[in-house]
């Protein structure tokens, strides 16, 4: 079996994974893993599937275009790369970070900025701009690893000194911790 990721974009609606993951079922794919979401109005989905050897990954991106041409969605399907060079983390903790303050230009930016400088990995990244100056319309949720070996009291430091540079309300905590004060 081959592995390929598919990416699929479009206008949001009812359906669009239980048409994606039915044409994959009639080309014999079996999907591994799945992330998918809406951005304001728009799908995003990732799909790891894993397809018989001998369907070439062109005509499974052709099929995918035109069964999801209806509904107006574009896609993109690459091999998914084995063996070859991955990112490792070594040790490390998962942790999210919640900023929620005004909304401007660069906020991503500048704290992803220190984020990668520390070599704190972001494994997802939630983000909710309405705009305006109610912090509670504005939020960014980063759950990271973050490696045992860095100087974790400068990191913090590097954080809040930013978050405060660009009035955000800041919040670090074990991603344990998060889950247990935000189970529902």
Known sequence: MNKVVISVLGPDRPGIIA???????EKDGNIENVSQTILQSEFSGIFIVALPSQLPIEELEAFLKEGLAPLNHHVFVKPLEIGGVTFTMGKSEPFVITTRGPDRKGLVAAMTEIIARY?????NL??????GDDPNNNIMIYEVDIPADINQMGFYSDLRSKAAELSLLISIQHRNIFEAINRI
């Not at 048409?19 to 079922?25: E, G, I, P, Q, T």
């Not at 070599?119 to 494994?123: A, L, S």
């Not at 939630?126 to 705009?131: D, E, I, P, S, T």
């Open 19 to 25: 048409a994606v993951s039915k044409m994959l079922v």
């Open 119 to 123: 070599g704190v990995n972001v494994t």
């Open 126 to 131: 939630q983000a909710v701009f309405k705009g």
